[in-house]
């Protein structure tokens, strides 16, 4: 908090810090690319114009925080929230720490989660992978009891791990159930050709190596339980933290409506969670290249799936 507060301490700063972080080499227009431009302020607000072909710019316009209300403080307050707990924060904990109404806090937290979607959407993994089914909602967030119970939204959770076996990234994506169909669409969206695939033996997963992975069954329960177990130690400490963490901080959310972004952002922090220094910086850069959203947009947003 205190280097936070050193970096990051006063509007100036924050408006520093994105300036820097969307013109690394100075201004440059975002409809031609011209570097050259005059300035003048409007509202108490900056305003940059093209020589070339006189589009107006601001400092948030055309990224996340455009159309916004709030002071950048503010925004930096809650990207540091959001990326330096273990766990995530609701959306009143984040009304708290920003002073804002709840309405706003929301607002916030899904354009933030969102730009970490944006971020995560490419992820690929190879190597060794561990996958499980897994469901968020219900008694039991990121638990698997009651496969096929109505209010849940089903998910794949998957993590890559070194041949030793420690885990490296992870992907958790809705999935529109765990079929063939769906199974096989994922994994071209989040497997390298060259993936090892261990599952459990689900019927569906053998469905991986339409992505060109290769897939291990492994069939828990049946003999040989705890050598069969070590295959999926981390896929289950993983999903273990993943309920903790969303049980935790979340009484309820529209699991059906928001999944994507929810399990978005336990993955992106988990993706980065030996960078956390530079987290912050990386998260203003996303939110600098991620495409404003309205409140409407985002309330729209229903789970993608495969
Ligand atoms: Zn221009």
């Given at each position: 908090m205190a280097e936070f507060i050193k970096r990051y301490g006063s509007e100036e700063a924050c408006e520093r810090a994105l300036f820097a972080s969307r013109w690394p080499q100075g201004w440059r227009c975002p409809k031609c690319d011209c570097e050259q431009s005059c300035t003048f302020y409007r509202d108490g607000r900056k305003y940059w114009k093209c020589y070339r072909c006189a589009h107006q710019t601001t400092l948030?316009?055309?990224?996340?925080?455009?159309?916004?209300?709030?002071?950048l403080s503010q925004w930096f307050l809650a990207l540091y929230v959001l990326t330096q707990t273990k766990n995530s924060v609701s959306n009143l904990e984040l009304m708290r720490h920003l002073g804002v109404c709840y309405r706003t806090a929301w607002r916030v937290k899904h354009k933030i989660m969102q730009a970490m979607a944006d971020r995560e959407s490419t992820r690929q993994l190879a190597g060794r992978v561990e996958v499980d089914d897994a469901y968020l909602?219900?008694?039991?967030?990121?638990?698997?009891?009651?496969?096929?119970?109505?209010?849940k939204v089903p998910f794949v959770a998957a993590v890559q791990t070194t041949p030793e076996g420690h885990p490296q990234l992870m992907r958790l994506d809705p999935v529109s159930g765990f079929t063939k169909e769906a199974i096989g669409a994922w994994s071209k969206i989040a497997?390298?050709?060259?993936t090892l695939v261990v599952s459990d033996?689900?019927?569906?997963?053998?469905?991986?190596?339409?992505?060109g992975a290769t897939h291990q069954p492994h069939r828990v329960g049946s003999g040989r339980q705890s050598v069969e177990h070590a295959e999926f130690r981390w896929i289950n400490i993983l999903l273990g933290n993943l309920k903790t963490s969303i049980s935790g901080t979340y009484h309820a959310f529209k699991f059906r409506k928001y999944a994507h972004r929810y399990l978005a952002e336990v993955q992106y922090r988990f993706n980065r969670r030996f960078r956390l220094k530079d987290m912050l910086a990386r998260l203003l850069r996303a939110a600098v290249l991620a495409r404003p959203r309205s409140e409407s947009t985002l309330r729209l947003a229903t789970v993608r799936t495969c």
């Open positions: 948030v316009s055309g990224t996340l925080f455009a159309a916004t209300k709030l002071a909602g219900g008694e039991k967030p990121g638990g698997k009891a009651g496969r096929g119970s109505e209010n497997l390298m050709e060259s033996g689900l019927n569906c997963f053998p469905a991986v190596t339409e992505s």
